[in-house]
C-alpha cells in the first residue's frame, strides 16, 4: 500500500509555526498554558514517529529483519507518545472545566467524573491486556495504523467519552471559549478516525491533532504577556508619578478611595525655604536661565531630603515647603527637621562653588498643630493648614539671609541641643509680637 504523508508534512510545519509564534513570547503562567506546552511537545512527536513509519515503510518493503525491529521499537515509542498525548488532553479538559464553587453538589459531582474516568481506563487497560501488540499482513510494516494502533483506538474512545463527560457536568459552569478546544478535539479525534478508518493511505489522524493544538491556542486564556507588561510597566509609571506627588500612605489610600480627607496633627515641624531677591536675580540674569537654576538647587534639595525622615510638601514659586511628623507622626520630627535645615545651609554653599552661583535662602522652621489632608476634586496635593502653618512662613520671610529662624516653640523642643540668637519681638501678621531665634 502506498502511503501518503503530506498530510503530516503539512501538519509537522503546522504545529511548528505555532511553537514558534507560543513561545516566541512571554507567556502567562497559568496551568492551561502549562498543561498546552506539553500537548505541543506530545503533537509533534507523534506526527515526527508517523513520518519515520512512513519512510521506513515505502524503502524497505519486504519484510528486511532489521527495518523490522526498528518499526517494533518505534512502535512501542509511538503507543507511549501517544497515550501521553491522550492523557494530557485529558488532563487539559480537566482544567478548562473546573469551576471555581466549591458546594457540596458540586464536589459530588467531580467525584463522579472522577470515577468515570478511572472506569474508562480500566476498560482500556483490560482491552489493551486482551488484545496484545501482534503483527499480521501488510500492517506489520507500518506501527501508527497497524495492530499497534488498536491500542491507541481503545484509549482514544475512552479520552472522547471522559471529555464529553466532562462537557455534560460542566456545560453551563463554564466560558464559550474554554469549551472550544475540547468541543474540538472530540469532534476531530471522531472525524478523523472514522476517514482514517475507510482511507488508510491518507494518514490524516495527525492533522487532526494538529488542528486541535492550533484551536488551543487561540482559546487560551492571556495568552500573550506583552500586553499585560505593558500594563504594568504603564501602573508603575502612574505609580511612581503618584507617589512624586504624594506621601505614600496618603497615596495607598487614595488608589483604594479616591475622596478628600484631612487630619489633626499635634505635634508636626514645618520649615520654609525662599531664594534671597528671586525676583531681583530674574531681572538682571534673565528668569529661564535663573529658573534652570532654581531646577538644579530644587533637584538637589529633593536629593537630599530622601535622605530624612521628612515630606515635601510644595514648591510656590521660589518657596519650598518641608514638614516633618506627618503623615505619620514620630516624636524626634523637630530634631529631624533643624538637622535637615542646616545640611541645607551646606548643600547651598557647596551648589553656589559648583555653579558659580550666588543663591543665598531664608529658613523658617515652626513646630505645632496642623490640619493635613487632601481637598477637592482634582489635581490632588497633600497640603498643610492652621496657624502653626502660618507662623513657619512668617519666620522665613522676617529671617536673615543663609540662617535658620525658628520658633519659642522649636526652642523648647531643641533644648540645649542647639545655640540660640534671640531676635528682636516682631510683629507677625496676622499672629502679633514673638520672641524668636537664630540658630547658631
Known amino acids: 500500500m502506498n502511503y501518503n504523508i503530506e498530510f503530516q508534512i503539512a501538519s509537522i510545519i503546522f504545529v511548528i509555526t505555532v511553537m514558534v509564534v507560543f513561545f516566541s513570547k512571554k507567556r502567562w503562567p497559568s496551568t492551561a498554558n502549562i498543561v498546552y506546552r506539553v500537548v505541543m511537545f506530545l503533537t509533534l512527536a507523534t506526527l515526527l514517529l508517523d513520518v519515520c513509519s512512513v519512510i521506513t515503510i515505502t524503502k524497505y518493503v ?49 467525584y463522579i467524573e472522577l470515577a468515570v474516568i478511572i472506569m474508562g481506563l ?19 510494516y507500518i506501527y501508527s495504523y497497524g495492530i499497534p494502533s488498536d491500542t491507541v483506538y481503545v484509549y482514544s474512545t475512552a479520552s472522547v467519552i471522559f471529555v464529553l463527560t466532562l462537557l455534560v457536568f460542566n456545560i453551563n459552569k463554564v466560558s464559550l ?33 494538529a488542528i486541535s493544538c492550533l484551536i488551543m491556542y487561540f482559546a487560551l486564556e492571556n495568552p500573550d504577556m506583552n500586553m499585560i507588561d505593558e500594563l504594568n510597566k504603564a501602573n508603575k509609571r ?9 506621601p505614600l500612605s496618603i497615596a495607598n489610600k487614595l488608589e483604594y478611595d479616591a475622596k478628600p480627607f484631612f487630619e489633626e496633627l499635634d505635634n508636626v515641624s514645618i520649615m520654609f525655604i525662599d531664594i534671597v531677591g528671586f525676583t531681583k536675580m530674574c531681572s538682571e540674569v ?26 515635601k510638601i510644595k514648591t510656590i514659586g521660589d518657596a519650598y ?28 554653599t557647596d551648589f553656589n562653588r559648583r555653579k558659580h552661583t550666588d543663591l543665598h535662602v531664608r529658613i523658617g522652621v515652626n513646630n505645632g498643630r496642623v490640619i493635613a489632608g487632601v481637598i477637592g476634586k482634582k489635581k490632588y496635593i497633600y497640603d498643610l493648614w492652621g496657624d502653626s502653618v502660618n507662623l513657619a512662613s512668617r519666620l522665613e520671610s522676617n529671617g536673615e539671609t543663609d540662617r535658620i529662624h525658628v520658633s519659642e516653640r522649636v526652642k523648647y523642643l531643641l533644648g540645649d541641643q542647639c545655640g540660640y540668637e534671640p531676635q528682636p519681638l516682631v510683629d507677625m501678621k496676622g499672629i502679633g509680637k514673638l520672641q524668636t531665634y537664630l540658630l547658631t
Open 321 to 348: 515647603m518641608i514638614a516633618a511628623g506627618v503623615p505619620d507622626s514620630y516624636d524626634y520630627n523637630c530634631q529631624e527637621i533643624v538637622k535637615l535645615a542646616r545640611q541645607i545651609l551646606r548643600l547651598l
Open 62 to 110: 519486504g519484510g528486511n529483519k532489521e527495518i523490522e525491529f526498528l518499526n517494533n521499537l518505534l512502535s512501542k515509542l509511538y503507543l507511549v507518545v501517544m497515550l501521553a498525548y491522550i492523557a494530557t488532553i485529558d488532563i487539559y479538559a480537566v482544567v478548562n472545566t473546573i469551576h471555581k464553587k466549591k458546594t457540596n453538589v458540586h464536589l459530588t459531582i467531580k
Open 286 to 311: 534673565g528668569g529661564t536661565y535663573l529658573v534652570k537654576i532654581l531646577n538644579d538647587f530644587f533637584g538637589e534639595l529633593d536629593d537630599l531630603i530622601s535622605n530624612f525622615k521628612v515630606e
Open 238 to 246: 502612574s505609580r511612581d508619578l503618584l507617589l512624586n506627588i504624594l
Open 122 to 140: 480500566l476498560v482500556a487497560i483490560a482491552i489493551a491486556i486482551a488484545n496484545p501488540l501482534l503483527y499480521g499482513g501488510e500492517g506489520k
Open 177 to 209: 471559549k474554554r469549551l472550544v478546544p475540547i468541543i474540538t478535539f472530540s469532534i476531530m479525534e471522531g472525524s478523523v478516525a472514522i476517514v482514517q478508518m475507510f482511507n488508510k493511505q491518507l494518514l490524516v489522524i495527525g492533522f487532526g491533532t
